[in-house]
């Protein structure tokens, strides 16, 4: 069987840093092996620069588009020096969302991935979401086929990163979407004390639940919307945050009411049977006991890699279908016209 060796790398919407995987794959039957994985934080001022990348103008928004496409590459040859890989046939890179619109056909992840081919000196797929959205789909998740058919094992398979996002297979089906914010707003609350996030939950668990803030945000209408659907920044921003904001609670019972939100949400979206759970988000005790308390399922968390690193996993395996010409995007996960093959293919 011949092995095709892909580094999968991930930027999540937290800015909790840069997951870079190197996989083995095999074809008849697709089998996968982790390697070596990594995290990369961002450079001092470079998340600020990310945070603020909304606001820029185009060409600035453009200049940063290069530059954080150089920083990738830098990142994946200090990777590969570092742990002595000898051998990459392909980089397959999610970037880092800065617009996500749907119904307005606009979709934007930078860090060009042109400038880590050439950097890298290797051929490099990126830009998943666009055909997916100019083809009326949401462009998320991206994630479903790779739940599919590496983790086939599981009934649930729930990441929690900045979002919230599920799959699961449903009348010969694979149903996904994003649930509901997760890491993000914990992360927003946390920093106002002064933490950079909630040490395994430990803040939220010494809180009170505001009934009324967590009757308001569960009252949000995304939340009601049948699949497929997506959320994105601009969303959080706009609907989310405020009612966050407005509200006379003090930060600790807010950290409180989001992680019931969650908890709740995450719950109420699974089918019987076992559930999956990785992503930063994993690592919060509180939530995750929470998650147990109120699910009948079984919640399983896997190894630290698997947890840290599956969505670094699924991108490189999104690249490999993408050079192997075969479907990366399921229509029944984003609501597009057509399962399809996304990703542009850039060589050095």
């Known amino acids: 069987m011949k092995n095709t060796y892909v580094i999968g790398l991930m930027s999540g919407t937290s800015l909790d840093g840069v997951d870079i995987a190197l996989c083995r794959f095999t074809n008849n039957p697709i089998e996968f092996d982790l390697i070596k994985a990594h995290t990369f934080p961002y450079p001092c001022g470079f998340k600020s620069k990310l945070e603020e990348a909304i606001n820029l103008n185009g060409a600035e928004l453009n200049k940063l588009h290069i530059e954080l496409g150089e920083l990738y590459g830098n990142m994946i040859i200090s990777f590969i020096k570092t742990f002595s890989i000898s051998k990459v046939d392909l980089i397959a890179s999610h970037g880092h969302t800065i617009f996500h619109e749907p119904d307005k056909k606009i979709t934007l992840q930078i860090g060009h991935p042109a400038y880590i081919a050439i950097r890298s000196g290797i051929p490099t797929v990126g830009d998943f979401r666009s055909a997916d959205v100019f083809l009326d789909g949401q462009g998320a998740p991206l994630v479903p086929i790779g739940d599919k058919n590496l983790f086939s094992e599981y009934n649930n398979r729930v990441n929690l990163g900045g979002f ?20 993000i707003p ?13 040490d395994e939950g430990s803040i939220a668990a010494s809180g009170q639940i505001d009934k009324y803030l967590l009757d308001e945000l569960s009252s949000l209408k995304y939340f009601s919307f049948p699949p497929p659907k997506s959320l994105g920044r601009e969303w959080f921003d706009n609907e989310f945050l405020p009612i966050i904001n ?5 930060i600790v019972n807010k950290i409180r009411t989001v992680t019931e939100l969650i908890a709740m949400l995450v719950s109420s979206s699974l089918l019987d049977g076992n559930t999956i759970i990785t992503g930063g988000g994993a690592n919060n005790k509180f939530l995750i006991k929470r998650i147990k308390s109120i699910s009948k399922n079984k919640i399983i968390i896997p190894s630290e890699n698997i947890v ?4 670094a996993i699924i991108f490189a395996y999104l690249g490999f279908l993408r050079i192997n010409n075969m479907p990366n995007t399921l229509s029944s996960v984003t609501g597009a016209s057509k399962n399809h093959i996304s990703g542009g293919l850039y060589l050095p």
Request: charged fraction near 25%; aromatic fraction near 12%.
């Open 164 to 183: 919230a996002n599920i799959s699961y297979e449903k009348d010969n089906k694979t149903i996904a979407f994003d649930i509901c914010p997760a890491n």
């Open 186 to 198: 914990l992360n927003l609350l946390a920093q106002e004390m002064g933490y950079s996030y909630d």
């Open 246 to 250: 407005k509200s006379e609670s003090s």
């Open 308 to 311: 840290n690193f599956k969505e």
